[in-house]
Each structure stands twice: as structure tokens, then as C-alpha cells.
């Protein structure tokens, strides 16, 4: 039972639905709400009603984007021969956030999993493929997660793209900077010792 | 330096507005958003506009309602002569739920509170008396936090009702249920020997 009125009570289940927000949470930020000016709500709804207006799949890349193609694959500065496969939107931020990469993106939106009858066709990997086709490619990085759909997504992709003659490359695992070997799963610590390079 | 398009980066930023809602939670609330579909978002949003839109203040105890009077001031059944006087609208909800009390609410909206320039005239005090006064009130229940503004509002109310004749009680202070002796700081100790009771 809810002692709320019917309003409130609606406003916190709304946040309830998103997330990570429990109900305290939830409380806590109908009532913020609710304290809010006419201005800031104003912001806050229309930011999402933006969201959801104004950003599509970049139909190159299927990144998310304000623009189509989206910033990253307009930019004529990056390389456009080499692709670097991702699972999700927030892996192209996190490979971004390296400044390492210049070349180009491809967001597989998921990644091949039985046990979520999430199969080949249901990813961008078709998408891929044609791309690769159509463009000059001299190098296909594969950086879906180090995890057992990721990896046989890494893997079917591998054998897919290999034969038409073009480097595969997969993103090392080991030990994460900083990390500690006593406290490494010893998977990793295996990956770790398999890629090691020498000095 | 964001990394995301400028739509998307707005949103996080206007989730991280939100209290107790960090950067990274903010990054997932967004995308949250980006993957809900159209129904789910006018949901979220709409519940946050009809909140702003039809909640208004009880104007007898200053409650937050859909209605006016609140469904409490409204309720025939509660005891009109007994006042409970809480700081805020989420502490009506909090003595709601011990289904104990039976009686109306005074909401202050705040505590006195001279270090954040928060006087008498600040909070529903005025109303507070005028309803005292205008209404058959046989007792006011002081259920101000128990903290130094907290204390300080319930001492000053009750050196202005008590001149008029009606009975002024404080909630009683002490050990929480489940708690335990050892834990207990000292002052929430010496008021549970204060406050004992003949078993």
C-alpha cells in the first residue's frame, strides 16, 4: 500500500522502472522533482524528448549520432581502412577515450549469444561484411568483450573476414594496468602470459 | 571533453543534475532512455509533468496532494483535535506507516534553523497557530526531527501553544527497536533513561 497520493506515487514508480534507482532513490528524486522549477523540468523532459527526436544510427557505422553519418565516420581525418568491431555504442566512448585509435568504427549492436537466441543475423555483422566489401579495408580490429559471447563473436568473425584476405586483429587481454597478479583470475593470468611480447 | 554526440551528452548531463545520480549512472539512465521505446518515455515524462502540474498544497496542513483538502484533512474518520506537526511532506508518510496515529498533520515545510537564515516566519508556523486557534484542537504532537533545528522548533511551538490551553507532547526519543546498547551514542542514551517508562 502506498501513502502517497496517486500522483506522487506515479512520479516515484516512473523513476522506479529506470536502472540502478531503488525506491528510496526514487523517492528521493520525485521529490526533487517536486522542489524543481517550472525552468529546470522544463530541461530535463525536453533533453529527453530531444534524445529520442533527434539522434539515429549512423547508417555506416550504426553508432548513435545527431548526425548521419555520424561524426566519427564524416571526419576526414580518420583512417577509413581500418575497422574497429565493438558490441555496443559505449564501447566506441570508451575506445575513443584512448585517443589511440584513428581509424573507423562498427557497432555490432550485441553480440552472438545461444543462451539469448541472439544469433548472426540478429547483430550488424551482415552490415559489416557488405561494408567491408565496398570499402578498402586493410584491417578489421575485433574489440567485442572479453567474455564468451564477445569471444565467439571474435571468433565467428574471424572466420568470416580472414578469407577475403584482410587482417584480423583481436585486442589483447591481460592484466589491467595497475592490476594485481596476486588478486588476477588465473584466465586472465593465462591470456596475460600467452600475449606476452618481448622487451 | 565529451566523447559523446552533443544530444546524448545533454541528457547525461541532465540525469547527473538529479541528486545522488553520479556520472556513471547517469551514462546508464541515458542510454536507458535511447533504448526505451516511445510509449515508455511518454510514461516518464508525463508523470513527471502531471506531478508538477496537479499536485498542490492542502491548504489546511500544507501537505503535498492531488486533492484540496488532502485525502488526510479530508477524511472523516481521523480525529480532528489531535495535530501532529512534521517538518516535511515525507515524514507524513513515515507516521502513516506505523497505522498508530489517527489524528491531522501540520506540515512546516523546514525547522528553524538560524544558521541557514531559516526564522519562524519561514516555515507554517503562522498557519499552524491561526488552525490552532480556528479549530476544537485538543492536543499537538511535535514530530520535528530529532536534531538541534528540529529541537529548537518543537521548543519554541511549544512555548507558543501551551499559553493557549492545549496539552503539547514531543515524540519520545531513544534506543531504535533492534538496536543495540553498545552502539548507541551517548545523548540518544541519556534521553532513553530520561524517557523510561514503569513496566
Not at 555490432?108 to 537466441?117: A, E, K, T, Y
Request: net charge negative; charged share 30%; proline share 5%.
Amino acid at each position: 500500500m502506498s501513502y502517497y497520493s496517486p500522483t506522487i506515487q506515479k512520479l516515484v514508480e516512473a523513476f522506479e522502472r529506470l536502472p540502478s534507482i531503488g525506491h528510496k532513490t526514487a523517492v528521493r528524486l520525485a521529490f526533487h522533482i517536486l522542489d524543481a522549477d517550472e525552468k529546470e523540468i522544463e530541461e530535463f523532459t525536453g533533453a529527453i524528448k530531444n534524445a529520442k527526436d533527434n539522434l539515429k544510427f549512423c547508417s555506416k557505422c550504426y553508432n548513435i549520432s545527431d548526425t548521419d553519418p555520424c561524426q566519427i565516420c564524416g571526419n576526414v581525418k580518420r583512417q577509413p581502412n581500418i575497422i574497429c568491431v565493438v558490441e555496443d555504442v559505449r564501447d566506441v566512448v570508451a575506445m575513443e577515450r584512448t585517443h589511440e585509435f584513428k581509424g573507423m568504427y562498427h557497432v555490432l549492436h550485441g553480440s552472438i549469444s545461444p543462451m539469448n537466441r541472439i544469433g548472426p543475423d540478429d547483430i550488424k555483422i551482415k552490415e559489416l561484411l557488405q561494408r567491408i566489401q565496398a570499402e578498402k579495408v586493410d584491417e578489421v580490429i575485433l574489440a567485442t568483450n572479453p567474455k564468451v559471447e564477445g569471444e565467439a563473436t571474435a571468433i565467428y568473425l574471424s572466420k568470416l573476414i580472414k578469407p577475403l584476405g584482410i587482417k584480423v586483429t583481436r585486442i589483447a587481454h591481460g592484466i589491467p594496468v595497475g592490476g594485481d597478479l596476486e588478486y588476477t583470475d588465473e584466465i586472465t593470468l593465462m591470456k596475460a602470459l600467452e600475449g606476452r611480447r618481448e622487451m
